[in-house]
């Protein structure tokens, strides 16, 4: 089970400006000359509209009389030149007429054995992107034009995902059944073989070596066509979605979604698609897909787990601790195990977050470099944020004991605090940073121990009132809060 690294956002307001379902993409494809009698090109427009129609972000014209909605804005008089092909400044023209805010430009031809592939993306005339691949897709050593055609198209559909087109909210398409036939006769029609893949573990092993050699677009290729020809093959999803959350966690929300509808009996995918929409920064979807789950499997673990995670990010880990006691009885794993273990540093229990962290490691003690990342990334996450909360409450129990040194409320709560810090950072220091935050950590770490001197100042002024010893605790305080500022500014930076 992978950990993503922004699930905090799903408790935070979703605010970002999203694009309309109205923005319209005018889809030109231009030809290269043929060659004797060969046609190089590669028809990819029709696909690729196709692609953007299923997605639901924009709504694709193709720049040709074979698509309804161009065909019937020429009949109606709405485009007033048409020319095959078109210079740029006439496409351009000619989107305005369509109303169409973007025009994709696009061409693709054979060179040998390889399909190249050109785009370039304006908005309102103005260049914004552009994109080029070099795509052969073979099925027993014999290249395949159809596929490879297919497999392009979704390649830059997916790349304008995560580039133009990323925060455009996604509409994805259900498919509606058909109607009854009722007494027609039943026509068949015979299927192209699917292909299939008879080594699961060499392909793994095959997207891995990809992904290693930071082929990444090539591995997702793959993968969505393994998906293709194996629809039911629950790893090869989970394995496409895991690839896609590291770089486009929405393109992985949309993925699980589409999964889910496929096989609604795996409540996982439900879970699993929510936690991709919180990293997305889209809480309502994610909020679909967790009443889904739910709904679906209240007491699973996928389930249970989830809602854990909620509670943790919304720093509410009394809500959380009893849902992974419950997962844990019923699958125990390292991630739940990593759960119960922030949430048990959270609420101050350092001999129960150790024995977790321990089972975690053993549960799985060959972790990918990737997991252990985002559990860092987690943590430092929720430590943060309770750090800058811990602040505010210190600044509010300083005034108090200024009032009246002796309270023994205010001394409670002190000792209290100073003890879940204390376990914070025991969690903090568990849990290996990745080598280039290493000095990110260092100041993480002087944070709470400054924190902590902090609260100690003020449990020696509660017993002497020295105002020297007070001054000292807002010293400490300060360089606190700049540690922290340091943090997050080198966190947006990176």
């Known amino acids: 089970m992978q950990l993503s690294r922004s699930v905090i956002l799903f408790a935070v307001a979703f605010t970002s400006a999203m694009a309309s379902a109205s923005d319209t993409m005018l889809i030109l494809q231009t030809k290269v000359p043929l060659k004797e009698a060969n046609d190089p090109n590669v028809q990819v427009s029709d696909l690729i509209a196709q692609e953007l129609d299923n997605e639901g972000r924009v709504i694709p014209i193709v720049y040709s009389m074979s698509d309804p909605v161009f065909r019937k804005a020429y009949q109606d008089g709405r485009i007033k030149t048409h020319s095959d092909p078109p210079k740029l400044r006439d496409a351009f023209q000619v989107a305005k007429q369509l109303g169409a805010t973007y025009l994709l430009v696009v061409g693709s031809a054979h060179e040998g054995k390889v399909v190249k592939s050109k785009a370039q993306l304006y908005k309102n005339q103005r260049q914004i992107w552009k994109d080029e691949q070099n795509l052969a897709v073979t099925m027993q050593d014999i290249v395949n034009p159809d596929v490879t055609a297919r497999s392009l198209a979704r390649t830059m559909v997916l790349r304008m995902n995560t580039g133009p087109l990323k925060g455009f909210v996604s509409r994805i398409k259900t498919q509606t059944p058909e109607l009854s036939p009722g007494q027609g006769p039943t026509i068949t029609e015979a299927q192209p073989p699917a292909v299939t893949i008879s080594d699961n573990e060499k392909f793994k092993k095959d997207v891995g070596a990809l992904i290693a050699s930071g082929k990444r677009s090539n591995a997702i290729v793959m993968l969505r066509d393994a998906v293709d020809s194996s629809p039911f093959n629950l790893d090869f999803r989970l394995e496409l979605i895991d690839v896609l959350l590291s770089e486009n966690p929405q393109a992985a929300a949309e993925e699980a979604r589409r999964a889910a509808l496929l096989m609604p009996e795996k409540s996982e995918l439900r879970a699993i698609g929510a936690r991709a929409w919180m990293q997305a920064g889209h809480p309502e979807e994610a909020q679909k897909d967790l009443n889904e789950a739910i709904a679906r499997d209240p007491s699973g673990s996928g389930t249970l787990v989830l809602l854990a995670e909620l509670g943790i990010t919304q720093l509410e880990p009394e809500k959380a601790i009893d849902h992974l006691d419950q997962a844990v009885k019923l699958h125990d794993d390292s991630y739940i195990r990593f759960l119960r273990a922030v949430c048990r540093g959270m609420l101050g229990g350092v001999d129960g977050m150790q024995n977790d962290l321990a089972a975690s490691d053993k549960l799985d003690p060959h972790r990918s470099s990737g997991e252990a990342i985002?559990?860092?990334?987690?943590?430092?996450?929720?430590?943060?944020?309770?750090?800058?909360?811990?602040?505010?409450?210190?600044?509010?129990?300083?005034?108090?004991?200024?009032?009246?040194?002796?309270?023994?409320?205010?001394?409670?709560?002190?000792?209290?605090?100073?003890?879940?810090i204390a376990s914070r950072t025991a969690l903090l220091t568990a849990i290996p940073p990745p080598a280039d935050s290493k000095p990110i950590h260092e100041r993480r770490l002087l944070a709470h121990k400054l924190i902590s001197q902090c609260l100690e100042d003020l449990r020696i002024y509660s017993g002497n009132s020295d105002e020297d010893t007070l001054a000292d605790c807002s010293v400490n305080l300060g360089e606190a809060m700049k540690q922290l500022s340091a943090i997050r500014t080198a966190s947006t930076k990176s």
């Open 374 to 420: 985002r559990r860092y990334v987690f943590v430092a996450d929720v430590t943060d944020r309770m750090l800058a909360k811990d602040a505010a409450d210190i600044r509010v129990l300083t005034r108090k004991i200024v009032v009246n040194p002796k309270d023994k409320d205010v001394r409670d709560q002190i000792e209290q605090t100073a003890r879940l």
